[in-house]
């Protein structure tokens, strides 16, 4: 089983719908998480920590379910510079952000 | 703003010829990362360091050494170049407090032939 998994997709959808991507973690003593955007050709880049609490950023939710060792990312209105790939990141323990595990993406393409 | 940068955008290289990549960051970060980007297999971790001159294996770091002589400087080595290696490399620096949010560079595309 891998360490962080992600539907890799790809999700296509209309401009204005919400979609939500889901990634599952196996280290239940994981203590942080992210998801970060890449664009095609481009690097990765934080989009958004995920807090115990669930957290939002404009259209943009994330939310921690630790019983279920889950994140999710939640997309509302959906633009088309959205489309990219979403990266799950995973730091398990307290490492130092040593040892961060990035999920394999999942790939959003939304249509006009 | 925050800074990383590589060397090389894309690179071509022979079956057996020694290669060097070459990463550069500008926040005074302590920590820096290689990677290597696989479509489906994401982000693995080939060697990291915490220190100058100091380093630490990854997760697949067979046939690559790294070197840290400055703070800003992390170079990744490939001893002897295999088509097995053909891929995206990834340099990334973080700061071991806070966040711990990873700074990308541009990314390298090494094809070897």
């Known amino acids: 089983r891998k360490e962080v998994e992600q539907d890799p997709g790809p999700f296509n959808v209309p401009e204005g719908a919400t979609v939500a991507f889901n990634c599952t973690y196996s280290?239940?003593?994981?203590?942080?998480f992210f998801w970060y955007r890449q664009d095609c050709r481009k690097e990765p880049k934080l989009l958004m920590s995920?807090?115990?609490s669930g957290n939002e950023d404009g259209r943009f939710t994330a939310q921690l379910n630790r019983a279920s060792q889950y994140i999710s990312l939640l997309i509302r209105d959906s633009k088309l510079s959205d489309s990219a790939t979403y990266l799950c990141?995973?730091?398990?323990?307290?490492?130092?952000?040593?040892?961060?595990?990035f999920g394999a993406g999942t790939r959003l393409f939304v249509k006009a | 703003d925050v800074k990383v940068t590589q060397s090389s955008r894309y690179l071509v290289k022979r079956t057996g010829e020694k290669v060097f990549l070459e990463c550069v960051q500008d926040?005074?970060?302590?920590?820096m990362f290689w990677y290597r980007q696989d479509p489906g297999l994401g982000l693995r971790l080939i060697y990291f360091?915490?220190?100058?001159?100091?380093?630490e294996k990854g997760d697949i770091p067979e046939g690559y050494s790294v070197s840290r002589e400055k703070k800003e400087r992390f170079s990744l080595i490939l001893e002897s170049a295999s088509t097995n290696q053909t891929s995206m490399y990834l340099c990334?620096?973080?700061?071991?407090?806070?966040?711990?949010?990873?700074?990308f560079g541009p990314g390298t595309r090494l094809t070897v032939t």
């Open positions: 990334a620096s973080s700061s071991p407090t806070g966040s711990y949010e990873q700074y």
């Open positions: 280290n239940s003593a994981s203590q942080s």
């Open positions: 995920v807090y115990s």
């Open positions: 990141v995973v730091n398990p323990g307290n490492t130092g952000g040593f040892k961060t595990i």
């Open positions: 926040m005074d970060h302590e920590n």
């Open positions: 360091s915490y220190d100058v001159k100091m380093k």
